[in-house]
Each structure stands twice: as structure tokens, then as C-alpha cells.
């Protein structure tokens, strides 16, 4: 019997986690899903709706000043202000394999000070 790969990069081991949440995590039309991606430079978050398999709204740090995990609260809370004005007050978060940590947890803070329940 051959063996599994072992993984053995960072984004294998992410991608492991990430399967691992997105195993628990699902969005509704009721109580879409808050994915966050996070690149060295930029951080981003997306509403998606799993049922019909659509992105609802995104929001992107490139149009904001400052440190990077202060552009990390704002884009928490630009989602929220969108996800208000559709509609959308409770979302499910995806942390998408990335800890609870840092700036992943600031995009969760300003989407909790914008008005979203988790």
C-alpha cells in the first residue's frame, strides 16, 4: 500500500486546514459566509452564498491608508456596511485555514464593530 504525501509547505498545510473548516462551514441564503484571504501585502473578505455558489459582495484593502492590520478593521468594516445594505446581518466566518490571529481577527473585530453577528 503506498503512503500519503506528507505535506510539506505552508500552503499544503494551509490547504489542509482550510478543507478541515470548510468541512464544518457553510453559508446559507439566510447566513451567508465571511471568507477572508490573506496575502503578505493585502487582505481581503467575501460574502458567499453556498447554495447558489455565488460571491455577493468583496472587499479588498488596496483602496485604504495605513498598517496593515489597521486596513485590516476597516475592511471588516466596509463588509459590514455592504452586508447591512443587502441585507445580510448574521454570516458564518471562515477563517479559511489561517489562525484566528492578527490580522484574520481584525477583519472579524471590524465586521462585529460594522454590525455583523457570527
Do not use: W
Amino acid at each position: 500500500m503506498p503512503k500519503m504525501r506528507i505535506p510539506k509547505t505552508r500552503q499544503d498545510l494551509r490547504a489542509r486546514r482550510h478543507l478541515r473548516v470548510r468541512k464544518n462551514v457553510a453559508g446559507t441564503a439566510e447566513r451567508p459566509r465571511l471568507v477572508v484571504f490573506r496575502s503578505l501585502k493585502h487582505i481581503t473578505a467575501q460574502i458567499v452564498d453556498d447554495t447558489t455558489g455565488r460571491t455577493m459582495m468583496t472587499v479588498t484593502d488596496m483602496k485604504f491608508e495605513g498598517k496593515k492590520s489597521e486596513k485590516s478593521v476597516l475592511v471588516g468594516k466596509a463588509i459590514a456596511e455592504k452586508a447591512k445594505a443587502a441585507g445580510v446581518s448574521k454570516v458564518v466566518f471562515d477563517r479559511a485555514g489561517y489562525k484566528y490571529h492578527g490580522r484574520v481577527k481584525a477583519v472579524a473585530d471590524g465586521a462585529r464593530e460594522g454590525g455583523l453577528e457570527f
